[in-house]
């Protein structure tokens, strides 16, 4: 490995263990034993006081699919209409209810015909 450098300035670049170094010396010499502390915090948070959040008015629509929220405004611009126009919808809404309700009576009685012959069937 050669000769020792003669100047003593050569000599900590080569062996950097040689030169007492005071950080590395408060390192070997003892652990950090605190991390973190909560010491003040809860007196800076209750000086202005611990508030609610405010609920927002309005959903945000950020974030969204963008086909979703366009078609949302669009029918609800749809459901805009005069009290006239909204008595014509309630009207047609209840008649619809009716149809659907004596289509499911009937769909049901057929239903429990089918079962019935079934049962017939295997009974035989």
Same mark, same amino acid.
């Given at each position: !490995? ?18 007492? @170094?005071?950080?590395?010396?408060? @390192? ?11 010491? +003040? ?6 000086? +202005?006081?611990? *508030? ?5 008015? *309005?959903?945000? #629509? ?5 086909? !979703?929220?366009?078609?949302?405004? !669009?029918?609800?611009?749809? #459901? +805009? ?18 149809? #659907? ?24």
């Amino acid at each position: !490995f050669g000769s020792r450098p003669t100047s003593p300035r050569s000599y900590h670049l080569l062996h950097p263990s040689s030169v007492p @170094c005071p950080r590395r010396l408060l @390192c070997e010499a003892m652990a950090k034993s605190k991390n973190h502390t909560g010491n +003040n915090q809860v007196y800076k948070n209750h000086r +202005n006081g611990i *508030k609610k959040t405010r609920r927002p008015k *309005k959903m945000s #629509m950020q974030g969204m699919n963008c086909k !979703f929220v366009r078609n949302q405004a !669009f029918a609800k611009r749809g #459901m +805009n209409c005069t009290p006239e126009e909204k008595e014509q919808r309630l009207v047609a809404q209840k008649e619809a209810q009716k149809k #659907m309700e004596e289509k499911k009576v009937t769909e049901r009685a057929e239903r429990l015909k089918e079962l019935e012959e079934g049962a017939k069937a295997t009974k035989k």
